[in-house]
């Protein structure tokens, strides 16, 4: 009878789970368009960002606030939809109060807070919160959402940010937004530093 069914256990008992991992890994590879080696990032950005709204244009090279930490060459390539590689961005290591605000020329966003910043192992800066309620616009859910999780933009320019994901720290929100760090610049904050100064004026 089990064999008229279609199913045997030996079916049953196959590599399911390797199997849609394989599935995923495919869908992934073409969903995802993972940073170009730095030497042809300009070409890709462009690439990308052709025919684009203003909003949306590549980021150019000039640091408009010098308290931000400086602007990554892969900003626009990252806004306009790419992804940085893993392990790749200098934010992976900031620990200090400050914020993180979104990359795009003219936009300066606050997004996130080191508050909220956590080592998540995977290569990119990760958060269990943003900065606002109203800092960041997500994609509505759907299949596909449960594995590649949900994309993160920035509310403000819509500058693609990264994705969100469901398996953040279960003490705080239980979210993981893990963001591309050339989508981020840093500005440390100054609280300390101004008390500092009026300590010593006094």
């Not at 390539?77 to 590689?85: A, F, K, Q």
């Not at 200098?90 to 508050?115: A, I």
Request: hydrophobic share 35%.
């Amino acid at each position: 009878a089990g064999s008229q069914s279609g199913w045997s256990e030996k079916t049953m008992r196959g590599p399911i789970i390797p199997c849609l991992l394989a599935a995923h890994g495919a869908a992934f590879r073409s969903h995802a368009r993972v940073a170009p080696p730095l030497g042809r990032h300009r070409s890709s950005c462009d690439a990308a960002c052709r025919g684009t709204s203003t909003l949306r244009a590549t980021a150019d090279d000039g640091d408009d606030d010098p308290s931000l930490t400086p602007k990554s060459p892969l900003a626009g390539y990252v806004l306009g939809g790419g992804t940085e590689m893993a392990w790749s961005s200098d934010l992976n290591d900031v620990k200090e109060p400050g914020t993180f605000v979104c990359s795009r020329t003219g936009c300066n966003e606050p997004l996130f807070s080191s508050s909220t910043k956590f080592e998540s192992g995977t290569g990119w800066p990760s958060f269990w919160a943003p900065a606002s309620e109203d800092a960041v616009d997500l994609a509505g859910p759907g299949f596909l959402t449960l594995v590649f999780g949900r994309e993160a933009k920035c509310k403000t320019c819509g500058g693609h940010l990264g994705h969100r994901f469901d398996d953040g720290p279960i003490w705080e929100t239980g979210k993981r937004y893990c963001i591309n760090g050339a989508a981020l610049r840093f500005r440390a904050e100054m609280a300390a530093s101004i008390s500092e100064d009026a300590s010593s004026g006094a």
